[in-house]
Every structure is written in structure tokens, then in C-alpha cells.
């Protein structure tokens, strides 16, 4: 491992763990477009950690009313409690279609052409739900029914090129929910995602730690850390008055120049 590609890949996971324009299509399309040979699959579960430690923090306070709320008495409204029914119904889908879809979509990885392309549709989401939404309700408002669809698309975001923040927020949109609104679920919902990707990645992965690949991994996780708390931090803030509009124009870009490379590289 490159010192230099360490630092990048890091910073790249941090921010497109949670910016809406695929993690996945970053870490295949930039080693191939710039000619780096891949790293190993412990760097990955890494950079997950870095990416999962990031959003526990920065969400520690919601995740300690979610606890408490399972040590107090029933309440009529308790909406913590409520959350954690619907992030679990959400993250079925993911679950279920990537168990059984497992070996599809990681050939998928594979293939950096058609990354792009599936790149192409998260620009779609992110355009169309901006285009289409009425952004009223909180996500206090939030049913069932609305956590499972957003669940059915954060389970497309298992294909290498379609964002997994990117799908939810636009679902979350498009069911109504304010753009801070649909963001922060977004983020608590990844959660479990990510976890689930660590401990996938880690019983897949072969460990062959020395001296220095554990400086290098230590230095991955660190900037992973830093850039996906910083991610979280600006889009949340972001979206109180801004649209989409720019990450779906940036997805639109960097799904075409990609594509035209690989295609000229044939």
C-alpha cells in the first residue's frame, strides 16, 4: 500500500460514505481510472470502521435517547423507540437482497463500465425526487410504509454505482419528508448498513498485518474518520437550504467522463 493512495482512498470513502454520489462507484472508478492496482480487502473494512465510528458520533446523542428509551416507562409517544422499529423494517431489504444476490453484485465491482453507467441513475434519483417532492413532513411523521420503501431503495444501492445515501434521501423525498428530515434518517439507517458491511468484509478478508501496512491502515481509518464526520456535518447543514441539484449534476459528469475513458480504453 502507497502512503499517498492511503490518504486519498480515506478521505474518498469519508465523504462519499454519506455525500450522495456512491462510495462504491469512487472506490472502483478512481484506482481505475488512475491506474492503481486495488487494495486489499481488510483496507476496506477499514475504511468502513472510520466511516461507522464517524456516524456513532456524531449521532451519539440520538442513539442514547434510543437507549434510554427501552429503560423507561411506555410512553404514548415515545418516537426513539418508534425509530428503532423503523430502521429495522428499513434495513431488511439490504439484508435480504444482498444475502441472496451475494456473489452477483460483488462481480459487479469488477466491471468499472457498468459503475458508471448505474451512476447515471443515482443522478436520476437525486434529480427527480428534488424535481417531484414537497418536502413537509418530519420524520417524526414517518410510518412504516415509508421506512420499508425507503428500505427497497437503499437495498439498490447494493449495485456498485447507485448511492446509498443518495437512494434513501431521494425515497425519503419523494414520500414528502423535509430534505434534513430524509438526510438524518438517511444517516441513522446507515448505520446497520455499514456495521453489516464491516463484519461481512472482515470474515471475508485475509489479515496479513505488519509494522507498516498497520501504520498505513491506522492512517486510512483516521482520514475515513475525519472526512465522513465532516460529510455528515456539511450535508445536514447543506440541505436546510439548498437543493440536490449539485450532486445529481455532479453524478451526471462523472458518469460520463468515466464512461467515455473505459469505452476509449477498449
Do not use: D
Given at each position: 500500500m502507497n502512503l499517498l493512495r492511503v490518504i486519498i482512498l480515506g478521505v474518498i470513502q469519508g465523504l462519499t460514505e454519506f455525500l450522495p454520489v456512491s462510495s462504491s462507484a469512487h472506490l472502483v472508478l478512481v484506482p481505475y481510472l488512475l491506474h492503481w492496482e486495488f487494495l486489499p480487502l481488510y483496507f476496506n473494512v477499514t475504511l468502513h470502521l472510520g466511516t461507522l465510528l464517524a456516524v456513532l458520533i456524531f449521532f451519539r446523542s440520538e442513539l442514547l435517547l434510543i437507549i434510554n428509551s427501552f429503560f423507561q416507562p411506555s410512553e404514548k409517544d415515545n418516537f426513539p423507540r418508534k425509530l428503532v422499529i423503523l430502521l429495522i423494517f428499513a434495513t431488511l431489504p439490504a439484508v435480504i437482497l444482498g444475502s441472496v444476490f451475494e456473489d452477483f453484485f460483488s462481480r459487479l465491482f469488477e466491471k468499472p463500465a457498468y459503475v458508471s453507467i448505474f451512476l447515471l441513475f443515482t443522478a436520476f434519483i437525486l434529480f427527480t425526487s428534488e424535481r417531484f417532492s414537497k418536502k413537509i413532513k418530519e420524520i417524526k411523521e414517518m410510518r412504516l410504509k415509508d421506512a420499508v420503501l425507503i428500505g427497497l431503495f437503499q437495498a439498490l444501492a447494493i449495485i456498485p454505482g447507485i448511492s446509498r445515501s443518495g437512494a434513501t434521501i431521494g425515497m425519503g423525498l419523494l414520500r414528502g419528508y423535509r430534505r434534513e428530515d430524509a438526510?438524518?434518517?438517511?444517516?441513522?439507517?446507515?448505520?446497520?448498513?455499514?456495521?453489516?458491511?464491516?463484519?461481512?468484509?472482515?470474515?471475508?478478508?485475509?489479515?496479513?498485518?505488519?509494522?507498516?501496512?498497520?501504520?498505513?491502515?491506522?492512517?486510512?481509518?483516521i482520514f475515513s474518520f475525519f472526512a465522513g464526520y465532516l460529510a455528515i456535518s456539511f450535508l445536514l447543514k447543506y440541505v436546510k437550504k439548498k437543493s440536490l441539484y449539485l450532486f445529481s449534476i455532479y453524478c451526471l459528469i462523472v458518469s460520463l467522463i468515466s464512461f467515455i475513458y473505459i469505452y476509449q480504453g477498449k
Open positions: 438526510v438524518k434518517f438517511s444517516f441513522l439507517l446507515s448505520i446497520p448498513i455499514i456495521f453489516g458491511s464491516f463484519i461481512f468484509e472482515l470474515k471475508e478478508a485475509n489479515l496479513n498485518l505488519t509494522k507498516e501496512n498497520f501504520s498505513l491502515l491506522l492512517l486510512g481509518f
